[in-house]
């Protein structure tokens, strides 16, 4: 099986001599089609920086990545907003839903982004909001929505187009429990039943457990990888092997199991 | 270190926001081209000639200035939130870092002051040369001549223009950064857009649109109508309603942008979002366009009627005569006048000198009834109604004791004027009318009457009235007008008058002394040497002078007005778009991650910008098709408003006036806008 994305050799340097900040330091992996994989790390240590050059809003200084053959930071212009809008689907932190528009104009706006025929979009939303529930909320304003419907109406636009894969910087962040596990089992149902691939950064280790694959990453260098044996280890089994890696990260790589 | 902050944030802001910068600058001219207003070579001039209203003109300008000061002020506090408002994050982290209000106030003030300094100096060079061509142009345009130009500038002006620009720069910034300072950090540090806000039901709002339209179309009927030129209440009832309904109507205004992006059709890019955009700003700020808006209409309104005074004011008759004399001590003989003139060897100055004599016909007992014309007026009664027939009904009933005139005397004139001359018999009368107490329509009506010859008794005479109604100026003096005279053969009105009669001696002056130099310098000229040999005279400069007051000080005042309401308006909109853009900042950063590039995100803007600066201007385009032509025809003669085409050329520049402001307004907003865009873009990018 051909790999979705494939990340190589990748850095990113912020500064230059002695002020020199290496964000990422030579990374390397890949994503195949219907994974759900999982980036944790402490804080600074370079997660953010991978999903935002695979995002392209920041362009890495070296290395290369590859997204179903074509080489990303090649990419100009139309290209470009095509890769961003049509292949990637950006669920952010902070929802990032525009205010001043209805939650059925905030799914429907990539395809006005991307000139996209709306009939079998429409389709597509219907589909979506079903799963995702929230058709009753489609004509609401986000001030007139609670967290979790804000994230499962981000959630609806980031797949709306259908991308090859989903981008979750931190999803449950701004989530209590309740409405983070919400989002977290719609995000594994989509995974199981129509085969979304989902690369997702986390510190929430309880998020994180549903994630087939993780990838710790350290001082912008990947330093551990936890993989899910499906269907055998159960959740609940994950959840605690990934717990153990946390509370180890501190001590570096000598203390991962 | 504070210094250089200062210096280096004030030339930056400069350097970003020059479409501001420039609204600045105009306060500095506008206040300067005031203030420098008797110093222009035409009030000057008219001084001369009309001292004590171009004197009362004068002494109304400090009330002018008081009220240029508060309008601009507007303009000015507009121009600096925008400044103030997009260094929001900035201010919040000088806070952060430990600076103290008191010192981020002190930093404002000076950064301010110094763009003030550099707004005048920029500023006050370009007014005082603007004045001077303004000054000259006028001169030139009105006929003065150049030769005797003096230099417009004015020190008094410049410290007025200094000190005004100051005081209300200082005003609004005191404001505004009580304001800011008064916010707290948090607000400061973040950008939120006005976001929803919780909303009535559409159906008010749709009926608060059509209640405005309501409104409106009343307004423009009472104006065109002329029920509001009746009384000052009904003119106040009228802005009033107009007033209203523009408020009103921008207030509904949102529930058909909600309709609109309701029903967007997504196969146009970022439709829904651009909708969505427009109506927080109609929601948001409805009041402000508005008045936006009314003030784009009472620019436009002021525009038109500035230029319809200074294109028609007193241009109803044609100038035939340069002089009308008359002895003081025998009003009834021109013989003195001719003496000194011939003794005093300006008689060969005028061309042409010739007698003009008038009187009342001798009525011994009772001047009731000297006059009557009844077949005349019957056939008036009978001519299908209209406002000209009951004009000339009312006017002619007082016609009881006209004046008679000499036939040879108007020949005389007619003669002079290049016109055909009248021949008429003992028994007809020509009927005389001053052409300002008479429309177009009126004359058409009037003449078709005297073509059957209607009879009519004079002092017990039975006479024949004649046609066509005469017009032209019997002398120069423009205020000496006869509403309604009769011209009969010498003979008659020699019997008919009894000796007792009135002589003006009119007189053109000869080709070779205008050939060389303008009308105007002539007729100084002669005016000079008349006063040096004591000649009594009326000379057609005063009456130029008087029209040419009104015309400039009519003008002058209105366009200025004009261009200031156009220009604060336009700011308002633009400065309005720019600030709520800077709120929306996030939802711009959001769609550039749904994979928004630059020029998608730029055209969007550009759509937003067209609609925030076309519904304003487009309903005060609209107002104004109904106001401008209420106003002129309120304020215009009956002559200007038959000249459809004249209106049309004036309507066309003030259509092309505004074309031109909206074009450069918009053209540097979507610059700024484009400019704001980019940084969202590249840094991300680039980070």
């Known amino acids: 099986m051909e790999p979705i994305l494939t990340i190589e050799a990748l850095t990113k340097y912020y500064g230059k001599g ?158 209590d429990s309740k409405n983070a596990k919400v989002l977290m089992e719609k995000l594994n149902g989509l995974n199981q039943d129509t085969n979304a691939t989902i690369l997702m950064v986390t510190h929430n280790s309880d998020a994180a457990s549903y994630c087939s694959r993780i990838l710790f990453i350290q001082d912008g260098v990947i330093f551990h990888e936890l993989r899910r044996d499906i269907p055998v280890e159960t959740k609940q089994d994950f959840y605690e092997r990934i717990l153990k890696v946390t509370a180890q990260l501190g001590g570096g790589s000598a203390n991962v199991l | ?252 205004l949102r529930s058909a942008i909600g309709l609109a992006a309701a029903l967007s059709c997504s196969r146009r890019r970022l439709h829904a979002f651009n909708f969505r955009q427009i109506q927080e700003t109609v929601m948001y700020r409805s009041n402000m366009l508005a008045v936006c808006s009314l003030l784009i209409l009472a620019a436009l309104c002021c525009f038109g009627a500035g230029i319809a005074i200074s294109r028609f004011y007193g241009s109803g008759t044609p100038h035939v005569i340069d002089y009308s004399f008359q002895d003081p001590e025998n009003m009834g003989s021109s013989a003195g006048i001719r003496n000194a003139l011939n003794d005093s060897g300006l008689n060969d100055c005028f061309q042409n000198l010739f007698e003009i004599r008038l009187g009342h016909p001798h009525a011994p007992d009772d001047m009731d009834g000297v006059f009557r ?74 003449n078709t009457i005297l073509q059957t010859r209607p009879e009519a008794v004079l002092s017990g005479h039975t006479c024949v009235l004649t046609g066509p109604v005469q017009t032209t100026n019997l002398v120069a003096d423009r205020s000496i007008t006869l509403s309604f005279a009769l011209i009969i053969p010498d003979d008659v009105f020699d019997s008919l008058t009894s000796g007792s009669h009135s002589v003006y001696l009119n007189g053109i002056l000869a080709e070779e002394l205008t050939a060389h130099a303008s009308l105007l310098s002539a007729i100084t000229d002669m005016n000079d040497r008349l006063d040096a040999e004591h000649i009594p005279y009326e000379s057609y400069l005063k009456n130029m002078g008087r029209q040419l007051f009104y015309m400039v000080a009519a003008s002058y005042i209105t366009i200025y007005l004009a261009i200031i309401f156009l220009i604060i308006a336009n700011t308002v909109i633009g400065t309005g778009f720019l600030m709520s853009q800077r709120k929306s900042g996030r939802r711009y950063r959001t769609l550039i991650r749904l994979g928004a590039d630059h020029e998608t995100l730029c055209r969007c803007a550009r759509k937003q910008i067209h609609w925030y600066f076309g519904i304003p201007v487009v309903a005060a385009a609209v107002s104004s098709l109904f106001g401008v032509r209420a106003l002129l025809g309120g304020i215009l003669s009956y002559k200007a408003k038959n000249s459809l085409n004249e209106m049309m050329l004036i309507s066309a520049i003030v259509i092309a006036v505004l074309i031109v402001v909206e074009w450069i307004y918009i053209a540097a907003v979507k610059r700024s806008s484009d400019h704001y865009l980019l940084k969202l873009t590249v840094p991300m990018r680039e980070e």
Not at chain 2, 69 to 76: N, V
Not at chain 2, 405 to 420: F, K, R
């Open chain 1, 18 to 175: 002695a002020n020199q900040t290496k964000a990422l330091n030579g990374i390397t992996f890949q994503v195949m089609p219907g994974e759900f994989l999982g980036i944790m790390g402490s804080s600074g240590s370079g997660k953010s920086t991978l999903l935002n050059c695979v995002a392209t809003v920041i362009s890495p200084t070296g290395g290369r990545m590859t997204m179903n053959g074509k080489q990303v930071q090649s990419l100009k212009g139309a290209a470009l907003a095509d890769y961003r809008g049509k292949e990637l689907g950006y669920l952010f932190q902070n929802f990032e839903l525009l205010d001043n528009m209805t939650a059925r104009e905030n799914i429907l706006l990539p395809l006005s982004l991307h000139d996209m025929p709306e009939k079998e979009s429409r389709q597509r939303l219907k589909q979506l909001s079903s799963y995702l529930e929230i058709e009753d909320i489609l004509d609401k304003f986000p001030s007139q929505m609670s967290g979790g419907q804000k994230q499962r109406v981000a959630a609806a636009r980031a797949l709306i187009l259908n991308p090859r894969i989903i981008l979750a910087d931190e999803p449950t962040g701004a989530l």
């Open chain 2, 1 to 252: 270190m504070f210094s250089k902050l200062i210096s280096r944030n004030s030339k930056r802001n400069r350097k970003e926001n020059r479409l501001f910068f420039g609204s600045l600058v105009i306060p500095v001219i506008a206040f300067y081209m005031l203030l420098s207003l008797s110093r222009q070579d035409v009030m000057i001039f008219l001084e001369k000639l009309e001292s004590d209203a171009v004197s009362k003109l004068l002494s109304m300008i400090p009330v002018f200035y008081g009220l240029a000061l508060f309008i601009l002020f507007f303009l000015i506090y507009y121009a600096s939130k925008y400044q103030l408002e997009r260094r929001r994050h900035e201010f919040g982290v000088y806070l952060m870092l430990g600076m103290r209000r008191i010192k981020l106030f002190l930093l404002l003030i000076a950064e301010d002051f110094r763009s003030s300094i550099v707004s005048l100096a920029i500023g006050l060079p370009s007014a005082a040369l603007l004045s001077e061509l303004v000054s000259l142009i006028t001169a030139r345009l009105v006929g003065i001549g150049i030769i005797n130009h003096q230099i417009s500038f004015s020190f008094h002006a410049l410290l007025g223009t200094a000190a005004g620009f100051l005081l209300i720069k200082f005003a609004a910034f005191l404001i505004l950064s009580g304001k800011i300072s008064r916010q707290e950090i948090g607000s400061l540090l973040v950008d939120t857009p006005d976001g929803t806000k919780k909303q009535l039901p559409s159906f008010f709002y749709a009926l608060a649109a059509l209640s405005g339209i309501c409104c409106l179309a009343a307004a423009y009927f009472r104006a065109i109508s002329g029920i509001a030129w009746y009384r000052n209440t009904q003119m106040g009832l009228t802005i009033l309603l107009g007033l209203t309904g523009t408020l009103l109507f921008f207030w509904g």
């Open chain 2, 373 to 446: 014309m009844d077949a005349l007026m019957s056939a008036l009664r009978e001519a299908p109604a209209s406002d000209s027939r009951d004009v000339l009904l009312n006017n002619l009933s007082y016609a009881d004791y006209p004046y008679t005139i000499s036939l040879s005397g108007y020949n005389a004139l007619l003669n002079a004027a290049g016109l055909p001359l009248l021949s008429l018999d003992q028994e007809e009368a020509a009927v005389y009318m001053d052409a300002s107490y008479v429309s177009q329509e009126g004359l058409r009506l009037l």
